[in-house]
């Protein structure tokens, strides 16, 4: 895996061994990127279920002020800070080792607004109302959610968000979410 774009441009990272973790494939980052292109310059982001963190890093590359990236699996974790340290973008993120509902209460309590939310959780977690109702007191105005999701199955969110765009590369979907007004 590599950095498509932005100041690390071709730059590899580790990802995490075993069926755990799937990371983001480098053609679905950068046809994502190339979407949110505008949006990333000086945004807080927010990557739970990171694996590898390659979202974040992407995001930092091209500009991102800063990423936060949080996981559960220690071995995640562990590649995680492996590629910010190798890239040299331990002031631009932030690891967090925890559930995304610990994760979320931190944030909130910490009163972090998020203007790109990023969700990768494991395709057999296809109803994320609990997590998309959860995150929207982290949401800065306009903020926008993408999910990375198997194409065949859209995720249920909350009624709270409309749906703005969906995309497909092969097996994997890519839906973008925004709060209704």
Same mark, same amino acid.
Request: no cysteine.
């Given at each position: 895996?590599?950095?498509?774009? *932005?100041?690390?441009? &071709?730059?590899?990272?580790?990802?995490?061994?075993?069926?755990?973790t !799937?990371?983001?494939?480098?053609?679905?980052?950068?046809?994502?990127?190339?979407?949110?292109?505008?949006?990333?310059?000086?945004?807080?982001?927010?990557?739970?279920?990171? *694996? &590898? =963190?390659?979202?974040?890093?992407?995001?930092? &590359? !091209? =500009?991102a002020?800063?990423?936060?990236?949080?996981?559960?699996?220690?071995?995640?974790?562990?590649?995680?800070?492996?590629?910010?340290?190798n890239? *040299?973008?331990?002031?631009?993120? !932030?690891?967090?080792?925890?559930?995304?509902?610990?994760?979320? !209460?931190?944030?909130?309590?910490? *009163?972090?607004?998020?203007?790109?939310?990023?969700?990768?959780?494991?395709?057999?977690?296809?109803?994320?109302?609990q997590?998309?109702?959860?995150?929207?007191?982290?949401?800065?105005?306009?903020?926008?959610?993408?999910?990375?999701?198997?194409?065949?199955?859209?995720?249920?969110?909350? =009624?709270?968000?409309?749906?703005?765009?969906?995309?497909?590369?092969?097996?994997?979907?890519?839906?973008?979410? &925004?709060?209704k007004?």
């Open positions: 895996m590599r950095i498509i774009a *932005g100041r690390a441009r &071709s730059r590899t990272i580790e990802a995490p061994k075993g069926r755990d !799937r990371p983001t494939l480098d053609r679905v980052r950068e046809n994502l990127f190339n979407i949110l292109q505008h949006r990333v310059i000086d945004a807080v982001t927010l990557d739970l279920f990171a *694996g &590898s =963190g390659a979202l974040s890093l992407e995001a930092v &590359s !091209r =500009g002020k800063l990423a936060v990236m949080a996981d559960r699996d220690r071995q995640a974790n562990m590649i995680e800070k492996l590629n910010v340290k890239l *040299g973008f331990e002031a631009e993120t !932030r690891i967090i080792q925890a559930e995304w509902q610990q994760t979320v !209460r931190l944030m909130e309590s910490e *009163g972090m607004k998020f203007d790109l939310v990023f969700l990768d959780p494991p395709y057999a977690l296809q109803d994320l109302t997590v998309t109702d959860a995150l929207i007191p982290l949401l800065a105005e306009d903020a926008a959610v993408i999910v990375e999701h198997e194409y065949r199955t859209l995720p249920v969110v909350s =009624g709270a968000y409309e749906k703005t765009d969906t995309r497909k590369y092969g097996y994997v979907g890519v839906s973008f979410y &925004s709060l007004e």
